[in-house]
C-alpha cells in the first residue's frame, strides 16, 4: 500500500506561481512512476504532467507546457509541480497519483493505483 498526500495548493493571481509537493510513504519502492491530474467543476481528472521514478522522464499535456516543471527527490520520496505563468482556466483540484505498471498508458487516470486527496489551486483574473 502507498499513501500520499499533497500540499501547496493556493489562491493566486493570474500570471503568478505555485509549487505543489506530494509525499509517498508506505511500499514506495514499488512506484514505477507518479503524476498529476487535475479536476474541474463537474469534471472528470485530466492528465497534467507525470514523471518516471527511477529514469526521471517527464510528460506533459500540451496546456500547461512551457509553464509548469514537475520533478521528483528520491530521497524525500517527494514529487514536485512548478506551476508558473497561472491562467485562470488552470483552476482545478489537483491530484497526485502513482502507478506500478511500467507498460501502462501514462495519461490515463485507470493506470495510477493510488491517488492523494487533493489540493485546491485558483487562479484570479
Known amino acids: 500500500q502507498v499513501q500520499l498526500v499533497e500540499s501547496g495548493g493556493g489562491l493566486v493571481q493570474a500570471g503568478g506561481s505555485l509549487r505543489l509537493s506530494c509525499t509517498a510513504s508506505g511500499r514506495t519502492a514499488s512506484v514505477y512512476a507518479m503524476a498529476w491530474f487535475r479536476q474541474g467543476l463537474g469534471t472528470e481528472p485530466e492528465f497534467a504532467a507525470s514523471v518516471t521514478w527511477s529514469a526521471g522522464r517527464t510528460a506533459y499535456v500540451d496546456s500547461v507546457k512551457g509553464r509548469f516543471t514537475i520533478s521528483r527527490d528520491n530521497a524525500k520520496n517527494t514529487m514536485y509541480l512548478q506551476m508558473n505563468g497561472l491562467k485562470p482556466e488552470d483552476t482545478a483540484v489537483y491530484f497526485c497519483?502513482?502507478?506500478?505498471?511500467?507498460?501502462?498508458?501514462?495519461?490515463?487516470?485507470?493506470?495510477?493505483?493510488?491517488w492523494g486527496q487533493g489540493t485546491q489551486v485558483t487562479v484570479s483574473s
Open positions: 497519483a502513482a502507478r506500478r505498471n511500467g507498460d501502462a498508458t501514462f495519461d490515463a487516470p485507470s493506470s495510477y493505483e493510488y
